[in-house]
């Protein structure tokens, strides 16, 4: 089961995959495995977006003027994140100094076919 790991500072195209000659991602190279991305808050919400479609489908599809490739894209996406910005919330040696405020816009960057638990 291949298992690919990606941090925040991957591109939407390594991850989903895309370019002027269309490659596959790391959705697709995590094919019927697991996808972990660390720091997910972190990465873009539209990059979060994106993964929509193969979380949904199972493939991705990518389209461009010359050509349209679909590449197989079933695979199991683990996430990790802070629980607030500053890391300590619910921390029993260190004192969370995040508002409330803080914490639900950062929680917000996560959304659509997420879910966070």
Do not use: W
């Not at 495995?33 to 993964?51: N, P, Q, S």
């Amino acid at each position: 089961m291949p298992v690919t790991a990606q941090n925040y500072s991957a591109s939407s195209v390594s991850l989903i995959g895309g370019g002027t000659h269309p490659k596959p991602g790391e959705v697709s190279l995590a094919h019927r495995g697991v996808l972990f991305l660390d720091e997910m808050a972190e990465f873009a919400k539209k990059t979060l977006d994106m993964l929509r479609q193969p979380l949904e489908t199972g493939k991705v599809t990518i389209s461009r003027i010359s050509s349209t490739v679909t590449y197989p894209a079933d695979f199991i996406l683990l996430g990790a994140m802070n629980p607030c910005p500053c890391g300590y919330l619910g921390s029993r040696t260190h004192y969370c100094t995040c508002s409330p405020k803080q914490i639900q816009a950062y929680r917000n960057r996560v959304s659509g076919p997420i879910y966070l638990n």
